[in-house]
């Protein structure tokens, strides 16, 4: 194998047939979300570049090709051509699993390669260590460590999987099952992205050894790699900088495999599902670095002959003449280019129009006080989000009920059409957090995003490139042709990221709870005030869910911090570790703005054989140099949300509202008064209040507390942070043994709400409070005056009535008994939101009612029956 930079130009194969499977559903609409002509398949539509040398082609040829290619694995790549990801099945089954053994056995004998290239890597390592101790060292620990960063470990983790692989393809048995190896090894990637961030240091630090010690240079250009067992040569002489390399190949490698595994896997085989998963955390985590893998791959070539390439590219909504556009934006190393699709007439291929571009050299950033000139972010209300997505999870249900009763395809197109025009409108209105980029000659463009995290990744990929000696330029109208031109198949992100555009076999997420512990973070070089958010991704955008404390002049927070988060559909966990700024002269008016600097960031996949468990599953994110420790459980919703009466009928949780208030002797239970009169205190103002999760340690501990009815509970509730006792209200009524609206009317609530008239609503809903048990309705009525007076101070908590009714909604009159019928996991989301937002809206009427009084609605009982 020759060093990297003596490599040929690119190759483009099957490999870009066999990815082109994937770009459907953007291609369908411009930027607006309107419907655009089909383009019938085929084309010259090719994929970012991905080497085909021996190392990286997925050996599928007959066993008479295995001769092979010299000392780099013996691989040799197969002539057919992908013809997607279908699956074996009927009179091909038998054929499918034996081809599902050869591409095992191919793999194998790559896999050993690959292993006896990393412990090449690694014998010069231990001798290195022992000469740096000495008075003559050849590289010092720290040289040592940043070369061989990840090796051991990535060794470790191949070695363990071809040991487990190796003896169950010798002995081979059609119904095997391999899948959970190739999970348990996606689910080690993420020491790969530790390496791939630590590649080029490594490589510059190899290099600068080797110019300044004639010793290191000998050994890092002729390490000893073994051959197969069944090769003639013992060794091959490869240099330290090809076998640093070939962890980066290998990850893509794998991932073909796992395309390749299935689609010669029967999809009733009990590997599929395994690999389905396997191939989805490879897939993500292959576009989560997809940038740093291979710079040649994404190239194109300038009239002058430079080589300017493809650094990063997605989907931002931009902010252009007051209104919201989706764009795609391309970074290359001298220009950004923000395009959007043309629209194209039949037969024709799909090309990029663009809307303007910058050069890199002539780009800044805005300070606070510059981007006070910018437009104002105008938000969507929260209220119009939440129906929006109780609106999609509803059409995901129909959907699920017409592929259970195979509907018509027409009538079944219309639903993902529709649900797809719903999910746009969701990704490009739910952005607000603002990403400003300005023009040293004036101009200045806004992007919207819902992520930091994402806008922090933008950012730093510019200012990686801006180090560089950029001269600005003007492209003629052919260089801005020829470079849009290329767009679409430099291209890495085909798709704009909703559900609608997922296939029918790719996983579809996690619906429930989960739970994160976050422990501790180290590998701070000073003191600071640091604290951590963590979004997770949900109806194709990720949004921020959880906040800790802000551990303050530290260089080891210990926070062990922990938190429920609902997942939607979620698959990625991401972490982000900010310094708190308290300069009030940084502080912006525009409150999406963020900003507290990001120390570090980083994601893992949620993958649900390791989540979904009763015990918590630790685990550790790497982030520039930052080391940040947590845990994570998952509960289903059904599970989450099941109200279990309390065994001890001496505290309050979980005890019948009545008999509380029976033995406090009043007429609203002690928790309810103390939580709303300290939210009322400090609480009304907060941003997000009732919404934003409090810690989940804290909340147990006002929970004990009140059980025990502690004397310490004003001094508690004082100290406390304030969603934490906003938190322990809410669990409160959660775990209520019968909802505050009772079980018994919960039915006659459903229907009251979906009256037409006016008129018979407001005497239904009327008489269904009048139903109600006194201590229920006296607290209830309680409760909606404080949220009422919440709901007074949204413009600065931005908690409106529509929010609060959607937090309380569901705890107020969800039934203790919910009927499951054993549904599956992936649809409770969409079997709960019918009745989610019938919930929703009882609740909301109640608060857009005029004030209604206990003694008002007691008199008027007289007139009316209480039977219901």
């Not at 197969?78 to 053994?101: E, I, Y």
């Not at 739910?430 to 101009?443: A, L, Q, T």
Request: one cysteine or more; glycine letters at 6%; aromatic letters at 8%.
């Amino acid at each position: 194998m020759e060093p990297l930079s003596q490599r040929g130009p690119p190759r483009l194969s099957w490999i870009d047939t066999l990815y082109s499977n994937f770009n459907y559903g953007m291609e369908d609409y411009d930027a607006e979300g309107n419907e655009e002509p089909k383009v019938p398949p085929g084309g010259s539509e090719t994929m970012p570049y991905i080497d085909e040398s021996p190392t990286m082609s997925p050996q599928l040829s007959a066993r008479g090709q295995e001769g092979g290619n010299g000392g780099d694995g013996c691989e040799s790549l197969s002539p057919t051509p992908a013809d997607g990801l279908g699956t074996v099945g009927g009179q091909d089954a038998g054929k499918g699993v034996d081809m599902r053994r050869l591409v095992l056995k191919d793999f194998l004998a790559s896999e050993e390669m690959y292993i006896n290239q990393l412990e090449a890597l690694l014998l010069p390592m231990k001798p290195l260590k022992a000469t740096a101790t000495t008075s003559q060292p050849v590289l010092t620990i720290q040289q040592i460590e940043t070369i061989f960063y990840k090796i051991q470990d990535i060794y470790e983790i191949h070695k363990e999987f071809y040991d487990s692989l190796w003896p169950q393809v010798q002995n081979w048995d059609s119904s095997v099952v391999l899948g959970h190896l190739f999970q348990k090894l996606a689910s080690q990637l993420g020491v790969y992205k530790a390496f791939v961030d630590n590649y080029k240091i490594a490589l510059e630090t190899a290099e600068k050894c080797s110019q300044s010690n004639n010793q290191f240079q000998k050994i890092s250009e002729e390490l000893k790699v073994k051959g197969p067992k069944d090769s003639k040569e013992s060794h091959t002489s490869v240099t330290m900088e090809a076998l640093l390399y070939k962890p980066i190949n290998r990850v893509t490698r794998s991932t073909l495999v796992l395309h390749d595994l299935l689609k010669h896997t029967p999809s009733d085989h009990p590997d599929y599902p395994l690999l389905q998963d396997a191939l989805r955390i490879s897939q993500n985590f292959l576009s989560s670095i997809n940038e740093d893998i291979d710079p040649r791959r994404t190239a194109v070539t300038t009239p002058k002959g430079e080589t300017r390439q493809l650094v990063k590219d997605g989907f931002l909504v931009e902010l252009a003449e007051g209104s919201r556009k989706l764009r795609h934006v391309f970074l290359f190393t001298d220009v950004l280019l923000c395009a959007k699709l043309k629209k194209t007439g039949v037969g024709k291929h799909q090309q990029y129009d663009c809307k303007w571009y910058m050069p890199l050299a002539e780009l800044v950033f805005p300070s606070l006080e510059e981007s006070d000139s910018c437009p104002h972010v105008h938000a969507m209300p929260d209220h119009d989000l939440e129906d929006m997505k109780i609106k999609i999870s509803s059409m995901k249900s129909e959907v699920q009920k017409e592929k259970a009763n195979k509907g018509q395809s027409r009538a079944m197109e219309r639903l993902k059409k529709k649900m797809f025009d719903n999910e746009f409108w969701l990704l490009l209105n739910s952005p607000s957090i603002p990403f400003r980029i300005h023009n040293r000659n004036g101009k200045s463009y806004l992007f919207l995003l819902s992520s930091d995290y994402e806008r922090a990744e933008w950012r730093e990929a510019i200012q990686k490139l801006q180090k560089k000696d950029l001269q600005t330029f003007v492209l003629s109208s052919v260089e801005l042709q020829v470079l849009t031109g290329s767009c679409f198949k430099l291209r890495t992100v085909h798709n704009i990221p909703v559900t609608s555009n997922k296939d029918d076999d790719e996983s579809p997420g996690m619906y429930g709870f989960l739970h994160v512990i976050v422990h501790s973070a180290t590998g701070f070089k000073q003191s600071a005030n640091l604290y951590c958010t963590l979004e997770v991704d949900s109806f194709g955008y990720f949004v921020s869910k959880a906040k800790t404390r802000v551990f303050r002049d530290t260089t080891e927070p210990q926070w062990n911090e922990e938190f429920e988060i609902e997942l939607e559909g979620s698959q990625s966990l991401r972490i982000l570790c900010y310094e708190k700024c308290y300069d009030k002269s940084k502080m912006n008016k525009d409150n999406n703005e963020i900003v507290d600097k990001i120390m570090g960031k980083g994601q893992v996949q949620l993958d649900p054989q390791t989540v979904q468990t009763k015990n918590w599953h630790m685990d550790v994110i790497e982030m520039n140099g930052i080391k940040v420790e947590f845990s994570m459980k998952f509960t289903s919703r059904d599970l989450s949300l099941k109200r279990t009466p309390s065994k001890k009928q001496t505290g309050v949780f979980g005890v019948k509202i009545s008999v509380v208030t029976k033995r406090e002797r009043s007429k609203v239970p002690y928790i309810v008064r103390q939580c709303v009169e300290e939210v009322e205190k400090r609480g009304i103002d907060e941003v997000g209040i009732y919404r934003i999760s409090g810690v989940a340690t804290d909340i147990q501990a006002l929970k004990a507390a009140f059980d025990a009815n502690s004397k310490d509970i004003l001094m508690m509730l004082s100290d406390m942070d304030i969603n934490a006792i906003a938190g322990t209200l809410k669990l409160y009524f959660r775990e209520l043994p019968e909802p505050l609206l009772t079980d018994r009317l919960y039915p006659a609530f459903m229907e009251g709400i979906a009256l037409s008239d006016p008129t018979a609503k407001e005497n239904c809903m009327m008489h269904l409070l009048r139903s109600l048990p006194d201590p229920n309705l006296i607290t209830f009525l309680f409760l909606l005056e404080h949220l009422k007076r919440v709901a007074e101070k949204e413009p600065v908590n931005k908690m409106s009535l529509h929010n609060l009714a959607t937090v309380f909604g569901p705890t107020l009159l969800r039934p203790s008994e919910v009927e499951s019928k054993g549904q599956h996991l992936t649809l409770a989301s969409d079997i709960w939101s019918h009745d989610v937002m019938a919930q929703v809206q009882v609740l909301l009427y109640y608060l857009q009612h005029t004030p209604i009084s206990f003694a008002e609605l007691k008199r008027n009982a007289l007139y009316f029956s209480t039977d219901v």
